[in-house]
């Protein structure tokens, strides 16, 4: 007997259907003498298909998202878990790194202070301005540990961040073979924490300019208020980042200087995120890179807190 099929037709008052036809032969004395088709209406049971179908498609596309969801929420959990471990240690270490460090910056200006009225070579000299220029690296290195390891709550108060990026530049010594160029767009005042701003800024004028130490070039920071945001940016012409780098750049501890532990721009990162804000990078090995500050103008959906 043939399978049924499927039709599609269109009944007296214009409504779409779906029928299932059957056809048999008819027989008379073992002769065929005709055909007979029988249609049944499966309408309903092709809506409740459909339905069904695409149920099944949504129950899918939950499924996944929720999946999803819950890989982003035990990558974060873990990721949480991991910061802990490492502010904690970071803590301990900062803490029993700073006696011996500040024994030795006694120990180094109790001897200059000694050798003042004394004759002393000049390799005395430098064997002590190399000290104490460790000892200040050493420091660093503490400070970074214990911002890292920080959990202090932001202060928020209104502040000019043309005046901020201003003033970046006074907070430590550029080299000559360095050219610093400042473009100042009109941006409104923002609440932000002037403390954790002015990290932000100074951590990437100095990693920028580091890459230019050898060669030299130019240090480019401008401002400009775009959508509901102001943009910080500081484009060096450095030696950029290679392309394998760059998803690592914002991750703890990751470094490829020979000096230093690899946290300052993992905490430029939080610090943006603080605000509700965001930090990226555009980079090409060899021709420099550019990192975008992106801070909401207001924060909270709008609602200036105090």
């Known amino acids: 007997m043939p399978k049924p099929f499927e039709v599609c037709y269109r009944r007296k008052d214009g409504n779409t259907a779906f029928g299932e036809v059957r056809f048999s032969l008819i027989r008379e004395n073992d002769k065929i003498v005709g055909i007979q088709a029988i249609m049944r209406d499966i309408t309903e049971r092709k809506k409740m298909e459909d339905e069904l179908?695409?149920?099944?498609?949504?129950?899918?596309e939950l499924v996944e998202k929720r999946s999803e969801a819950l890989k982003e929420s035990q990558e974060r959990l873990v990721k949480a878990e991991r910061l802990a471990a490492i502010g904690q240690a970071a803590t301990m270490v900062g803490h029993d790194l700073r006696n011996p460090l500040q024994a030795i910056e006694n120990g180094i200006y109790y001897i200059n202070t000694e050798l003042t009225n004394l004759p002393i070579s000049q390799k005395i000299t430098e064997t002590l301005q190399a000290i104490h220029n460790s000892v200040d690296y050493a420091d660093n290195i503490v400070k970074d540990l214990q911002s890292f390891a920080s959990k202090r709550e932001p202060i928020f108060r209104e502040i000019d961040i043309n005046q901020l990026v201003k003033e970046t530049f006074s907070h430590f010594k550029q080299p000559e073979n360095v050219e610093t160029v400042i473009e100042l767009g009109e941006l409104p005042k923002?609440?932000?924490?002037?403390?954790?701003?002015?990290?932000?800024?100074v951590n990437l004028a100095v990693n920028g300019i580091q890459a230019m130490k050898e060669k030299g070039g130019t240090m480019k920071v401008s401002t400009k208020e775009t959508k509901g945001f102001i943009e910080v940016k500081f484009k060096d012409t450095g030696i950029g980042i290679k392309k394998e780098n760059k998803p690592k750049i914002f991750t703890p501890f990751f470094t490829t200087k020979a000096q230093g532990m690899g946290v300052g721009l993992s905490i430029c990162k939080r610090l943006a995120e603080i605000h509700d804000g965001s930090i990226k990078v555009d980079s090409e090995e060899g021709k420099g890179s550019i990192f975008t500050v992106k801070l909401p103008i207001q924060r909270n959906g709008g609602v200036k807190l105090d």
């Open 53 to 60: 179908k695409s149920y099944s498609e949504r129950l899918e």
């Open 190 to 201: 923002i609440e932000a924490d002037k403390d954790m701003m002015k990290r932000i800024f």
